[in-house]
């Protein structure tokens, strides 16, 4: 079973600084996709970055990239140039398929605070 | 990005009774997921449906719950016999066969008391 394991339960930045949050992840797959969810109060499920993991290129989508180190399993997101706005949870999840299953698996999820 | 949405946005049950939770996908998408979230939690599978019929699903998706797409174009989730701990928000997801990204639609917030 896949587990994804988020060690930061929160983390703090000041606005336009920049901030990591960290994802760690165990499977035995070798080709999967990682992704960054945010979840502001609303409680949606926003995407904020997709990562192939055959893909050795790090993704990268605006002011939000990703460091994905597959031998170590490790796939953090790096918010530069943080706005008020960023502030939410962010949830990292690891997905794979077999077959007709693609369940994404998440991790417990980082509260991001955005301070002035 | 395709919109889903879901149906209510907030459902206010009493222990025991029947819930049907609705989500329409814009766009014509062959994947739908349930996810749910209690509070404070991590997000956590449910089920997955594929060309109408379940594809995967989590041990927390026992008999009580259940999935149809009865018009072709709504995706419910039934919970039978509501208990507190269903209490969560519920969301649907809906990914594209050429795809491997889901999308979520914005949940149904779940109380049962």
């Known amino acids: 079973a896949q587990t994804v394991t988020q060690s930061q339960p929160e983390m703090s930045v000041q606005e336009a600084e920049t901030v990591t949050l960290s994802c760690t992840y165990d499977t035995s797959e070798s080709d999967y996709y990682l992704f960054w969810y945010k979840q502001p109060p609303s409680r949606q499920m926003i995407l904020v970055i997709r990562?192939?993991?055959?893909?050795?290129q790090n993704a990268t989508e605006n002011r939000f990239s990703v460091n994905f180190q597959k031998a170590a399993k490790s796939f953090s997101l790096k918010i530069s140039d943080s706005q008020l706005g960023d502030a939410a949870m962010y949830f990292c999840?690891?997905?794979?398929?077999?077959?007709?299953?693609?369940?994404?698996?998440f991790g417990t999820g980082t509260r991001l605070q955005v301070t002035l | 990005e395709p919109e889903v949405t879901q149906t209510p946005s907030h459902q206010v049950t009493q222990m025991g009774q029947e819930v049907i939770l609705r989500c329409v996908p814009i766009?014509?998408?062959?994947?739908f997921y349930w996810y749910r979230q209690i509070l404070g939690q991590k997000v956590e599978f449910l089920v997955s449906?594929?060309?109408?019929?379940?594809?995967?699903k989590s041990e927390i998706f026992d008999d009580q719950f259940s999935v149809e797409r009865p018009d072709g174009s709504n995706f419910t989730l039934k919970i039978r016999s509501t208990k507190l701990e269903d209490s969560a928000m519920y969301f649907c997801?809906?990914?594209?066969?050429?795809?491997?990204?889901?999308?979520f639609g914005p949940g149904t917030r779940l109380t049962v008391l």
């Open positions: 997801a809906r990914r594209a066969l050429a795809e491997d990204t889901q999308y």
């Open positions: 449906f594929y060309n109408n019929e379940i594809s995967e």
């Open positions: 999840a690891f997905q794979y398929f077999a077959g007709t299953a693609s369940k994404l698996t």
């Open positions: 766009s014509n998408h062959l994947y």
């Open positions: 990562q192939e993991a055959y893909k050795q």
